[in-house]
């Protein structure tokens, strides 16, 4: 997928949409062919379409716009006053995408009301459009769906999520703006022999009841490997909280499942800006994968931009949570006046129930640009998930500024790496860490650094304050030798033990 193309089919484009109601929404309780519907129902779907053949929704599309660019399909805008829910005094609407461009297969939307659901009609009157040929008469359909609510100022409906494209979804927290993406589920993401994309081919939009600040939104998913069924309790606000009911049935078995995937960009950084001429100090949508393990421990991984494709896998059993993170969130930190990367989204994973034995994957994928999608993180179980079988994963997304959880742990504020003047195979690392520990010290307060390299090996090791930041730089030399790769931790210390979260990085010759 095109991220910045979908980025920009968000908040940002508020020509796809303000207030509105839609005027086509069938009564759900009363509509002609309405159907039972609870929260068993598209987990029942799932279940028996599994057991068929995948057959893929369609995507033909009338000529007038099989063939449409990004700028003709942001040309068919949903009008204002069609939005489903608009003027019922609900805390929600909803807004549909129209086909085309990336975006072709028909996705079928339902609105269940009073445990009766029914289908929400097409009608090409919904929309404005800028070429009128682009006007067709077909029962068409949908693509995807952006869910509004006054986030941000009372009584202004505003987008806060989003789903489009594959299985992929988005949403912010209030003040922010679109960055990274999630998904229903990954299957052989960073494989060499490719990777299978499910979609959500089926929404269920529960109507929501007056003075209730949450959405409950079903989604179908499927693939030619595996189907499956979600719930999501949406709360919008300061974090803006998804609650994940999914079960999945896999019609093959699948040796490299991706649960609760996470998918955003990483350009360049101070630790990494490699063959990067750029004016800004810093691009990303994420900046560095973070990991509470069942231990306890708390890991930090700095993102990279390498020049070949790098995976890595953090074992462990029953995860506290991991995310892709956004510390940095000052404008000087980008300068970027445009794209406001200080105001995207981090992303938390909480497991909720006990997920057993697996790793926390994190895919880094080479981008000359700040256009695609380069970074992949996910949990996958220790074991295949076996054809005819059901699994099922619960958790919480935290969309918002921070990871949810308290820490009396410091942490890495930044990273940055340079060279060695006598030394040109050398690296020289810069870890800066703040938080906790450093709120009330002594004057005579010292901490000391526990660096380890897998291969290589560390010198020159400098702990003192750093004033500027209210905590303490570290620095050290890193000589490789003959090493084609290295693992490198540090923590910082005092004399009773570890007082920060444990800096992690992978050094590679492409790194020089």
């Known amino acids: 997928m095109l991220r910045r193309d979908l980025v920009k089919l968000g908040a940002g484009l508020s020509f796809l949409g303000a207030a509105g109601r ?3 929404s069938a009564e759900a309780a009363d509509a002609p062919g309405a159907t039972p519907f609870d929260d068993s129902t598209v987990r029942d779907i799932a279940q028996r379409l599994a057991k068929k053949a995948y057959s893929p929704p369609s995507d033909t599309l009338p000529s007038a716009i099989s063939s449409l660019n990004f700028d003709q399909f942001r040309g068919i805008a949903y009008k204002p006053d069609q939005a489903l829910w608009h003027g019922q005094n609900f805390a929600f609407d909803v807004e549909f995408f129209p086909r085309g461009f990336l975006y072709r297969p028909r996705i079928e939307m339902n609105e269940v ?5 029914a289908r929400v009609p097409y009608n090409p009157d919904l929309f404005s459009y800028e070429d009128p040929q682009t006007r067709v008469t077909d029962d068409i359909g949908f693509a995807g769906l952006r869910i509004r609510n006054a986030i941000n100022t009372p009584g202004v409906m505003e987008e806060c999520a989003v789903f489009l494209g594959a299985s992929y979804f988005r949403a912010v927290a209030k003040g922010q703006n679109y960055g990274l993406s999630a998904r229903g589920f990954a299957d ?3 494989d060499s022999k490719g990777e299978e994309f499910a979609l959500f081919r089926e929404f269920w939009l529960e109507r929501p009841k007056p003075g209730v600040d949450s959405l409950v939104v079903h989604a179908l998913l499927d693939s ?27 019609r093959t078995t699948i040796t490299e499942s991706g649960i609760a995937p996470l998918t955003g960009m990483f350009y360049f950084d101070t630790n990494d800006r490699n063959r990067v001429v750029d004016w800004r100090p810093a691009a990303h949508d994420s900046e560095a994968l973070s990991i509470w393990t ?35 969130r000052a404008f000087d930190d980008y300068q970027d006046l445009a794209l406001n990367y200080e105001k995207r989204p981090s992303l938390w994973i909480e497991p909720i129930g006990d997920w057993g034995e697996g790793a926390v994957d994190l895919v880094e994928i080479p981008t000359p640009n700040e256009v695609n999608d380069n970074i992949v993180s996910f949990w996958r179980p220790k074991a295949p998930l076996q054809a005819g079988r059901e699994y099922n994963f619960t958790y919480r997304m935290y969309w ?14 930044a990273t940055r790496v340079g060279a060695v003047v006598d030394h040109p195979e050398a690296r020289f690392f810069v870890v800066d860490f ?12 010292k901490f000391h650094l526990i660096p380890t390299a897998s291969a290589g090996s560390i010198r ?13 730089r570290t620095t050290f030399e890193f000589v490789p030798g003959d090493a084609k790769i290295a693992e490198l931790q540090c923590q910082l210390a005092n004399d009773q033990g570890p007082v920060s979260e444990t800096w992690m990085y992978r050094w590679t010759p492409s790194n020089l």
């Open 22 to 24: 839609f005027v086509g």
């Open 113 to 117: 009301v009073d445990g009766k659901t």
């Open 188 to 190: 052989g993401t960073g």
């Open 224 to 250: 030619p490997s595996v189907t499956g069924a979600f719930r999501f309790t949406i709360r919008p606000g300061a974090t803006t909280v998804f609650d994940v009911q999914s079960s999945f049935f896999p």
């Open 294 to 328: 069942g231990e306890g421990q708390q890991l930090w991984r700095p993102l990279i931009n390498p020049v070949d494709l790098q995976f890595s896998a953090f074992g462990d059993t029953s995860p506290h949570g991991f995310g892709l993170m956004q510390r940095k």
């Open 400 to 413: 918002g500024w921070d990871n949810p959880w308290p820490t009396t742990q410091a942490r890495v504020v």
């Open 434 to 445: 703040n938080g906790a520990p450093f709120e009330h010290l002594g004057p005579d307060a």
């Open 460 to 472: 020159n090791v400098v702990v003192e304050p750093n004033p500027n930041i209210h905590g303490w």
